[in-house]
């Protein structure tokens, strides 16, 4: 089993940046594909962005793409999420998430982190 901890959430203005850390435990994270999925208010999880284990592979929810960049570095067991141009639309709870393979369902994930919050104010 692997554990997920995401970290870097928080606060911002409308345009700014953040970057979120997933660090993972137990096991290797080159194991798995991983991905970042949010949950706004009122809404159902929704993915964002994935990539493959070698992190040659990625891709986007086209809402996010051109401002989000999944990224990893296995040798630290850590995956992240660089946020920029952010807006309030932007404003969920976000997770990490670990599979054999990117999917875009969050049904189809087994391990979760706990969330962290992002919120943007306009």
């Known amino acids: 089993q692997v554990q997920l901890v995401e970290s870097g959430g928080g606060l911002v203005q409308a345009g700014g940046s953040l970057r979120l850390s997933c660090s993972a435990s137990g096991r290797t994270l080159s194991d798995y594909a991983m991905a970042w999925f949010r949950r706004a208010p009122g809404k159902e999880r929704e993915f964002v962005a994935g990539i493959g284990r070698s992190g040659r592979s990625t891709n986007y929810a086209d809402s996010v793409k051109g401002r989000f960049t999944i990224s990893r570095d296995n040798a630290k067991n850590t995956v992240y999420l660089q946020m920029t141009s952010l807006k309030s639309e932007d404003t969920a709870v976000y997770y990490c998430?670990?599979?054999?393979?990117?999917?875009?369902?969050?049904?189809?994930?087994?391990?979760w982190g706990q969330g962290t919050q992002v919120t943007v104010s306009s």
């Open positions: 998430a670990a599979a054999p393979v990117v999917f875009l369902r969050a049904d189809q994930y087994n391990y």
